[in-house]
């Protein structure tokens, strides 16, 4: 008889996305095609795919950017993404970072992180307002997960195009997300800004689950926990990096033939 699972291992699996039969029309355009997906509490999850695949369209249904046709998404349980608005969703822990930074470049790293505590109130309130200790503190340690505690007093637009994504990504987590959504965070960086936002990665999963789309391969195999590969709006394959490469449908329409492949290919022609 199998013992009973602590409560340290039911949270583990916990499954904080459930999406089932996901359809988006854009005419008669199947952009998502009765695509299903999960994601488990504190997972780094890459969502992988040929342009044109529905990777994005995925995130802005998630963020309620998008409104499916038929289906569902259920976040946290209780959540019915189909039934809410795009700001209900974001106060309600779904947090989402577009692939071009959006940062205030006049304003300061630390006031852009500042601005970002409460979106209920403006900007000019936000900056005349008196941080208590536990603001500034949240700041300070926001600032130390991200790398820019050094250039906190720079002004945002003197930052280099990875410390810029760094920012954002601060940004949205000052928000306290369970769900974060990264639409291709390293496009445009160096070898080394590219490291430095994969350990980043990891850091902030101990606080929520992470949905990473991404086209760079070394990066996903290098950081992913769980791949789904995405072709023409539906689920084409799912699970860890090496078990999607070694499906042969993925290498077709997407990682390309290997080369023993195209040599047998070339031999039988």
């Known amino acids: 008889m199998s ?15 459930q999406c089932e039969d996901v359809l988006v029309k854009f005419g008669e355009f199947k952009a998502l095609d009765r695509f299903s997906f999960s994601v488990k509490e504190r997972e780094v999850h890459f969502l992988i795919g040929p342009n044109g695949a529905g990777k994005t369209t995925f995130l802005d249904v998630l963020c309620g950017l998008t409104k499916m046709a038929d289906g569902q998404a259920v976040f946290n349980g209780t959540h019915h993404l189909k039934r809410m608005k795009e700001f209900e969703i974001a106060r ?23 601005i970002s505590m409460n979106q209920k109130k403006s900007v000019f309130s936000m900056l005349l307002a008196r941080l208590t200790s536990t603001d500034r503190e949240k700041i300070e340690g926001q600032l130390q997960t991200i790398g820019l505690k050094d250039q906190q007093h720079i002004k945002a637009s003197f930052l280099s195009h990875g410390q810029k994504q760094w920012l954002e990504i601060g940004m949205v987590m000052m928000q306290e997300p369970e769900l974060l959504l990264l639409d291709e965070p390293i496009a445009g960086m160096t070898e080394e800004e590219e490291e430095t936002t994969g350990k980043l990665l ?22 992913a ?8 709006g ?12 070694k499906n042969k449908q993925v290498r077709e329409v997407y ?11 070339t031999s039988s022609a």
């Open 3 to 17: 013992e009973p699972k602590t409560k340290k291992q039911e949270k583990k699996t916990k499954r904080i996305l």
């Open 234 to 245: 539906r689920l084409l394959s799912e699970g860890s990096m090496e078990e999607v490469q």
């Open 202 to 223: 990891h850091t902030l999963k101990e606080s929520c689950s992470i949905i990473v789309v991404e086209h760079d391969m070394d990066f996903v195999r290098k950081y």
């Open 225 to 232: 926990e769980r791949v789904t590969v995405m072709h023409e």
């Open 255 to 265: 990682l390309g033939k290997t080369k023993e492949e195209k040599n047998a290919a």
């Open 92 to 114: 309600n822990g779904i947090g989402r970072k577009f692939q071009t930074p959006s940062v205030f470049p006049n304003l300061s790293v630390y006031q852009n992180l500042e």
